[in-house]
């Protein structure tokens, strides 16, 4: 599997060729794929959390 991916990578336009090895190359782009990834996960969660705070508020508020 790990060679496909390499074949994938050495024809893709994502991975800078400036005369890195395969694995160096592979390590960079699964990093960059990674942190935007993650910067989605937290966007998408930290907005989902921010309606439950509203709805808990709304409610604790009715029951007072």
């Not at 782009?29 to 990834?37: C, I, N, W």
């Not at 930290?46 to 709304?58: E, G, K, W």
């Amino acid at each position: 599997i790990m060679k496909q991916v390499l074949g994938v990578l050495q024809d893709s336009t994502i991975a800078s060729k400036s005369g890195k090895d395969n694995r160096s190359r592979f390590w960079g782009v699964y990093k960059r794929v990674a942190e935007e990834h993650d910067g989605e996960f937290l966007e998408r969660y930290t907005s989902d959390m921010d309606i439950v705070l509203v709805f808990v508020r709304f409610t604790s508020s009715s029951l007072t």
